[in-house]
């Protein structure tokens, strides 16, 4: 593989990870304990459904780009030659796209439902799983930069 097309690859897997990660952070430590003082639950978790809405969009693109660069960069090297932490890498990276997939195809469309049928209780339970969904993909990242950084 060229130099240039690594670095392509690389910059759009590091942009990807920034975004996805980052809006994550953003959402989970300062969106939430912000909403949470200052709006009751019938303007709160709208305001969540139509936040999601992008983001998860956008996260959605940024989880595809990050595996399919991820995937031809390591593939380019050979699985067999492949540092230990490329392979953590790949692992903890399919496993935080899943964890991804059931919040934008499982849990968010049940959000918008129960938003839409007002039915506030049962949407801030919905709201809480998606929360823990995201916190546990923080912990994951954390450990994938970590076994990124260990390959070096
Ligand atoms: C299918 C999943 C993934 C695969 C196959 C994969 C593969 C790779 C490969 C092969 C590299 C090395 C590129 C190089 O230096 O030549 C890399 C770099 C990196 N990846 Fe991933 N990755 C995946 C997911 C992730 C995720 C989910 C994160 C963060 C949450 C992440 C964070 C990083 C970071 C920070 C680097 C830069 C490491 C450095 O330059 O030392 N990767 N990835």
């Known amino acids: ?4 097309i690594h670095q392509i690859l690389l910059f759009t897997h590091l942009t990807s990870v920034i975004v996805w990660v980052g809006g994550m ?6 969106l939430r ?16 459904v139509a936040t999601f ?6 996260s959605a693109l940024a989880v595809v780009l990050i595996l399919i660069s991820g995937i ?3 593939i380019n090297v050979g699985m067999s030659q492949a540092p230990t932490g490329w392979h953590i890498m790949l692992t903890l990276g399919l496993v935080m796209a899943v964890v991804f997939f ?6 968010y469309p049940r959000l918008v439902a129960l938003c839409a049928a007002s039915s506030w209780p049962a949407a801030a339970t919905v709201l809480n799983n998606i929360r823990r969904m995201v916190a ?9 930069i970590v076994a990124a950084i260990s390959a070096r």
Do not use: D, H, Q
């Open 1 to 4: 593989m060229s130099p240039i």
């Open 25 to 30: 952070f953003f959402a989970y430590f300062c």
């Open 33 to 48: 304990p912000a909403a949470g003082a200052i709006l009751n639950p019938p303007e709160r978790l709208p305001l969540w």
């Open 53 to 58: 809405r992008l983001f998860l969009a956008y």
């Open 72 to 74: 031809i960069m390591l």
């Open 102 to 107: 059931i919040v934008y195809l499982v849990l």
């Open 136 to 144: 546990l993909n923080l912990v994951l990242a954390l450990c994938t």
